[in-house]
């Protein structure tokens, strides 16, 4: 309540994410794997650009990597020809093989969300390896040892919005994710209520975003409660919106 | 707390209610008030009469306190209850503000299409507030970004865009009046719908859908 600035919070545990949400849109950014089902003519170097980061036009080794995950027939004899030159210049005009039916494609959350259509006319999404059933059963057997950071930061919010796409696992991940989050959950609450003026960088190093949200709120209600006990509540401090301005480092100059 | 109140006027209904309130009972209704507001995840019917009369309540007590002798300890007593029914008050209306600011579009929709007999859920202040709110950040928004965009994309929808008060939140209730026959839909689909009963005194936590009506007329508070 004493907030100066409320921020749009996340909805991607809801039904759908929140538009002007900072944390959504940094969450549908990352990657999903995903097959064309129909052919996208000329419309290959844009796919190219998404997948593989940038393209240059020089150097042999750079115009091999352009082409990783493209799986389609009859492109092998053109990486052969590309590297035989010295000098490649790379794509000028859009390739259109690439745009064959079938080639696997590494697109972000939310242009795979645009063009899924249900009747599965253009992309079909497959699901990435900490959905599936190996992790799966990783985390049903302890889920307080895995790094969650490190898959992918947005664990929950992107399994979530990944229930979108109908596939027929839906049940089994959004089980597999309420367990992921119950079993996590005590610790989290126990480490952000009892960390009071700590460095708490090793608590929160394996906690994904929305568990770090979590652990900063616990934060907050602490040093709230704190500084309430020690009758500092009433004091007027400076907001956290202008703590930052140029003129007001003179006070902070005169201690 | 307000039985202190020997010096105050005996007749304490300032508007224009045919109901006569004690300022013991005012006081306590603009605390259920305040608490459901704060725990209810919408913007909850606005509650002028109440606000009104806390508001006569208070310059009343604070004339007689200015008239009254230097009696410090009965002067500060009664300053310091000032004080709180003033936090209440302010805390509620700030609790308003809050949620007019975060679902404005929402709650300008619901206030152009109430049906008439309905209690408004924006007092006129508020109202205006909202509007100029909202023109404020179309104007923001067409300021900062939207004008440098290309031309078929210049609009912006706020009503899409501005997420809707949860309804599904959970909350915690506790029963004033014995309610029968609640319909709770499932949370899951194993579960199917059934049908509990209320006993008074009891406390609950479940979704603010199912019980929205009950807030609104009073039966349940939120805790």
Known sequence: ?255 | MTEELDFLGQDSDGGSEEVVLTPAELIERLEQAWMNEKFAPELLESKPEIVECVMEQLEHMEENLRRAKREDLKVSIHQMEMERIRYVLSSYLRCRLMKIEKFFPHVLEKEKTRPEGEPSSLSPEELAFAREFMVNTETYLKNVALKHMPPNLQKVDLFRAVPKPDLDSYVFLRVRERQENILVEPDTDEQRDYVIDLEKGSQHLIRYKTIAPLVASGAVQLI
């Open chain 1, 1 to 255: 309540m004493s907030e100066a600035y409320f921020r749009v919070e996340s909805g991607a545990l809801g039904p759908e994410e929140n538009f002007l949400s900072l944390d959504d849109i940094l969450m549908s950014h990352e990657k999903l794997p995903v097959r064309t089902e129909t052919a996208m003519p000329r419309l290959g170097a844009f796919f190219l650009e998404r997948s593989a980061g940038a393209e240059t036009d020089n150097a042999v080794p750079q115009g091999l990597a352009l082409l990783p995950r493209v799986e389609c027939s009859g492109v092998i004899w053109l990486t052969a020809a590309l590297t035989s030159q010295v000098q490649v210049i790379v794509i000028p005009q859009p390739p259109m093989w690439l745009g064959l039916q079938g080639s696997k494609l590494e697109l972000p959350l939310w242009l795979a969300k645009g063009l899924f259509d249900n009747k599965r006319r253009i992309l079909s999404v497959e699901l990435p390896k900490i959905y599936q059933e190996g992790w799966r059963t990783v985390f049903s057997a302890d889920a307080n040892v895995v790094d969650l950071h490190k898959m992918g930061p947005h664990f929950y919010g992107f399994g979530s919005q990944l229930l979108h796409f109908d596939s027929p696992e839906n049940a089994d991940i959004s089980q597999s994710l309420l367990q992921t989050f119950i079993g996590r959950f005590r610790r989290i609450m126990d480490s952000s209520q009892n960390a009071y003026n700590e460095d708490t960088s090793a608590l929160v190093a394996r906690l994904d975003e929305m568990e770090r949200g979590l652990f900063q709120t616990g934060q907050k209600g602490l040093n709230d409660f704190q500084c309430w006990e020690k009758g500092q509540a009433s004091q007027i401090t400076a907001s956290n919106l202008v703590q930052n301005y140029k003129k007001r480092k003179f006070p902070d100059m005169e201690d």
